[in-house]
């Protein structure tokens, strides 16, 4: 294989592939093969995304909603605890044991979700973010944790983004099978760009879905600490106590910039050109329409 095809090739150190979609090693074929048949709840709530899309702001947001000692502060519990990855499931948490509703995140996509799921049991909340954005946060993640495989030229980066040889594949094939199989799923869906622009609005939104009531004076504690300096301060939503095996190995933190248009302090003009001569097209079919920096709207 030449040079340039290896580059776009993701290391099997890193990634398996199950059935169209890259998973990390961290999980097992056997695991993502059985949630087929993972029995679902009425009350089960999944929180599902692409990576980079804002699914610890959306964590923290119905940890808040849902949990009142996650509110007052009088709870200190894992992220990962409270509402556990199902596809990556490395605490080995008892799912038929969780409190009810259960809340699960996961980036599957749409047609390797549980059966009862696609049946419209269950409630799923779909969080997408502008895939510009999307990529950056995409790349200073890979630098970041030890479970991705660094890839310090950008221009690579994006070119394995744009081919979907990343974790979690292609983000247009993941955001588009969600939005087209939507009538088999009970599902909201949320842009992180609208959660930035009116956060109260998009909690209002999740507690209405959920059928959860809070008083006034709860929704103002749930939106002052999910707001992104607040939850900067949060060793939980940084997975500052993060396991072992899913150390992180670079500088910074897990919450990084937070903001819509960041794309523009990294991509040149002519990496922006190329990314809107794959994608553009493609995205202007899509029924949700992205918001590029928080002046502008497509
Ligand atoms: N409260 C709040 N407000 C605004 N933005 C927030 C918030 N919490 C997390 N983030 C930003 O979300 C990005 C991480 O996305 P994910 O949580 O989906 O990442 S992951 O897939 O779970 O690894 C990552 O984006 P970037 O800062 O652009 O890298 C986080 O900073």
Not at 70 to 80: D, I, L, P, V, Y
Not at 250 to 271: C, E, H, P, S
């Amino acid at each position: 294989m030449s040079d340039n095809r290896l580059a776009m090739e993701p290391s099997k150190e890193f990634v398996f592939n199950y059935k169209g979609c890259y998973f990390a090693v961290n999980t097992t074929p056997e695991h993502v093969a059985s949630l087929e048949n993972f029995e679902i709840k009425d009350s089960d709530i999944f929180i599902t995304t692409y990576p980079k899309s804002g699914t610890v702001w959306t964590q923290n947001i119905l940890s808040l909603i849902l949990h009142k000692g996650h509110r007052n502060g009088t709870e200190n519990m894992e992220t990962m605890d409270r509402i556990p990855w199902l596809e990556y499931n490395i605490r080995n948490a008892d799912f038929d044991s969780l409190p009810s509703p259960r809340v699960f995140v996961t980036h599957l996509p749409y047609y390797l979700t549980p059966r009862d799921l696609r049946n419209r049991k269950g409630r799923v909340i779909y969080v997408s973010r502008n895939p510009k954005d999307v990529l950056v946060s995409y790349y200073h993640f890979s630098k970041f944790i030890v479970t991705l495989e660094e890839i310090p030229d950008f221009n690579i980066f994006m070119e394995r983004f744009l081919a979907g040889k990343v974790l979690a594949s292609a983000w247009f094939d993941h955001v588009s099978g969600w939005c087209n199989h939507a009538k088999d799923f009970n599902i909201l869906f949320l842009t992180y760009e609208e959660m930035k622009k009116d956060l109260r609005s998009a909690v209002l939104k999740i507690c209405n879905f959920i059928g959860k009531k809070l008083s006034e004076e709860e929704i103002e504690s749930v939106v002052r600490q999910a707001t992104f300096e607040n939850m900067q301060k949060d060793p939980r939503a940084n997975y500052a106590n993060m396991p072992e095996d899913l150390a992180i190995k670079g500088k910074g933190r897990f919450l990084r910039k937070g903001t819509v248009g960041d794309w523009k302090n990294t991509m040149t003009v002519a990496q922006n050109e190329r990314f809107d001569e794959v994608l553009m097209d493609k995205i202007k079919t899509l029924p949700i329409k992205f918001t590029w920096d928080l002046e502008s709207e497509m």
